[in-house]
C-alpha cells in the first residue's frame, strides 16, 4: 500500500448511540453511531462477540469513507476498525483515552 492509499482513508471516531440486532441473522448488529459531522448507520458482523446493549456508549473507530453498502436491506455508512486475536475473537480499535466524536485518526 503507498501512503497515499493510506491517507486516503478518512479514519475517526465515533460514540454509539443505539445498537440492535438485525432480525434473521446471527452475526449482524445495526449500529447508530455519532461521528461528530453526523448521526449515521454501520452494520457489523460483530453479533457473536457482542451483545447491543454492551455497545451502546461505546467509543470506537470507523473508516468514514467507505462507500456505502447495503447489507439485509439496510444502507450502511462505514466499517468497525477491529483486531482479530489468535483465538479469533475480534477486539475494537479504540482511543487510549475518550477523545471528541470525529477525530481524525492517521
Known amino acids: 500500500m503507498t501512503f497515499d492509499a493510506f491517507?486516503?482513508?478518512?479514519?475517526?471516531?465515533a460514540t454509539v448511540l443505539e445498537?440492535?440486532?438485525v432480525p434473521k441473522?446471527?452475526?449482524l448488529l445495526?449500529?447508530?453511531i455519532d461521528t461528530g459531522i453526523d448521526t449515521r448507520t454501520i452494520v457489523s458482523g460483530i453479533a457473536e462477540y457482542y451483545a447491543p446493549e454492551e455497545m451502546v456508549?461505546?467509543?470506537i473507530c470507523i473508516l468514514a469513507?467507505?462507500?456505502?453498502?447495503?447489507i439485509r436491506g439496510i444502507e450502511s455508512k462505514g466499517m468497525i476498525l477491529m483486531a482479530k486475536q489468535g483465538d479469533g475473537k475480534m477486539r475494537f480499535v479504540t482511543p487510549a483515552e475518550v477523545v471528541v466524536n470525529g477525530a481524525v485518526i492517521g
Open 57 to 59: 456508549g461505546k467509543q
Open 19 to 21: 445498537a440492535e440486532r
Open 25 to 27: 441473522t446471527d452475526k
Open 7 to 13: 491517507a486516503a482513508m478518512d479514519i475517526r471516531t
Open 65 to 70: 469513507n467507505l462507500q456505502p453498502r447495503v
Open 30 to 32: 445495526k449500529l447508530t
